[in-house]
């Protein structure tokens, strides 16, 4: 059984925001908090199924963000939601920090089969990509007993205060809060559309090399000795910082250098992973090389709320109360994951690859065509579209970037920005041919609407 998926357009009825969305904006604004970084049009959400999202004054729109690469199975798919409704009625909690049931160690063993790690795993489940980064910061610390981390630029790995100390995709985030928990060093991600020496393209091979240099010579010869790191955690396609994948001769070396100086390669697959680049694994493109630490969340659960770290057997090496969670690896949402998992397999990770290839090639089209757009890249379902004012300086344009994602939002296509010029396509990956045929149309609307 599939999601709803006749509805072929959006349908908007009402000025955006709708009455009644407003009344629920306006009642948001007063009661809840105003940290979070809602992008420029707001968009209410009443009900929703497969790519469709309905708001409480009847407008439908096509969803091409999925609650920021989350309902990976499409919205409320038919088949997750009966799985959830039965162990509902089942078992919800017993607190698998203290009691035993049968949905821990059935996902631990699957996720044992699929994760991009060499040999046996163990798994800490927990409620968040946060909470599963937390988790592998702490794990990293205990066996190598060091204490430093290297994170990139334009990295994004949460908002508490362990996973904050990586974080360094937007200001926003750091602002107010001074100094970090952790001792964490950032150096460029190697970006080959922008090199971090002149912010203009490079080859991958250049700009791998540049960055290896840079932590090889500079770093481990200054402030930061090989001895002393515990962890580089790595985003193999940075998400928040721009959908920027990392080239493969780059992460071979990584790798390469963690294993010359016993540092543990902790590759965050919270945005990239189950899927999403068309393998099951972003780091899965990168044949022959493997983490010793995965983190996972968002597409895992179709919406519940789940985190998972897992590692090497050997490096889960802690003591009995070293690490947990009330809630983490609840059965209702362990339910949820391994559902999405089986339809992942069943065909959805293909269907990210094709179509999602489809959509590429869409807006590699529109990239000849219209000089606002710099660079199109991405795996997958994984797209990144950056703006800039011309092909020639390839200036960032922020504001064109703004300006597409709102008209597009008027027009009923969902999409989000990233990085401080690029719009992010993170469909739910049921997305058909038919979807992205309609998506780019709207999409091409609003940029000649925009510039
Ligand atoms: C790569 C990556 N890591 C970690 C996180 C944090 O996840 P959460 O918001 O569930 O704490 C995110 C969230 O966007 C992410 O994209």
């Known amino acids: 059984m599939k999601p709803t998926q006749e509805l072929q357009r959006p349908n908007i009825k009402t000025s955006l925001p709708g009455p009644k969305a407003l009344e629920i ?29 309905t708001d409480p004054d009847g407008n439908v729109f096509l969803d091409c963000n999925a ?35 049968r949905h ?24 968040s990509g946060a909470e599963a980064i937390e988790t592998a910061l702490k794990l990293a610390m205990f066996h190598t007993r060091r204490q430093k981390f290297i994170s990139f630029f334009g990295s994004f790995h949460g908002r508490t205060l362990g996973a904050l100390s990586l974080t360094s995709s937007k200001k926003a ?30 080859d991958e091979d250049t700009v791998s090399r540049d960055v290896i240099k840079w932590i090889e010579n500079r770093l481990f010869q200054t402030t930061t000795p090989p001895e002393e790191v515990a962890g580089i955690i790595l985003e193999a396609v940075q998400g928040e910082g721009g959908y920027v994948p990392a080239p493969k001769a780059f992460v071979k070396e990584l790798r390469r250098i963690c294993d010359e100086n016993g540092i543990m390669l902790i590759v965050d ?23 010793d630490i995965v983190c996972m969340a968002k ?23 070293a690490h947990a969670s009330t809630f983490g690896g609840n059965p209702v949402a362990l339910t949820a994951a391994l559902k999405t998992i089986e339809l992942l397999e069943g065909g959805l990770v293909e269907n990210s690859r094709e179509v999602g290839g489809y959509l590429e090639a869409g807006l590699r089209r ?52 990233c990085g401080s010029n ?17 998506a780019l149309e709207i999409f091409e609307e609003a940029i000649t609407a925009s510039v």
């Open 269 to 291: 697959e919270v945005q990239s992973g189950m899927g999403r680049t068309g393998k099951m694994f972003a780091l899965d493109h990168h044949e022959g090389v493997k983490a």
């Open 422 to 438: 690029s719009i992010r396509w993170s469909p739910p990956l049921i997305l058909t041919k038919e979807n992205v045929d309609v």
């Open 104 to 127: 821990m160690p059935e996902a631990g063993k699957k996720l044992n089969e699929i994760v991009p790690i060499d040999g046996p795993t163990k798994t800490h489940f927990a409620n």
């Open 25 to 53: 904006i306006n009642a948001d604004a007063q009661y809840v908090t105003p940290s979070y970084p809602r992008p420029d049009y707001k968009l209410v959400a009443d009900t929703a199924a497969g790519v469709w999202i």
């Open 299 to 321: 597409g895992l659960g179709s919406g519940m709320p789940i985190g998972a770290c897992t590692a090497r057997a050997d490096i889960m090496d802690w003591h009995k109360g």
């Open 366 to 417: 529109l990239m000849e065509k219209y000089d606002c757009i710099g660079d199109v890249r991405g795996m997958g379902m994984m797209l990144g579209v950056e703006f800039v004012t011309d092909k020639e300086t390839l200036k960032p344009d922020a504001e064109l970037r703004d300006r597409i994602e709102y008209a597009c939002y008027e027009r009923g296509l969902i999409i989000l920005g």
């Open 173 to 202: 985030q750091r602002l107010g809060f001074m100094r970090q928990a952790l001792d964490v060093v950032h150096i460029p991600y190697p970006n080959r559309f922008r090199h971090f020496a002149t912010d203009m393209p490079s």
């Open 67 to 101: 609650g920021v690469a989350v309902c990976s199975t499409g919205h409320c798919h038919p088949e997750v939601v009966a799985a959830i409704q039965k162990q509902v009625g089942e078992l919800i909690h017993l607190c698998g920090t203290d009691f035993f049931y």
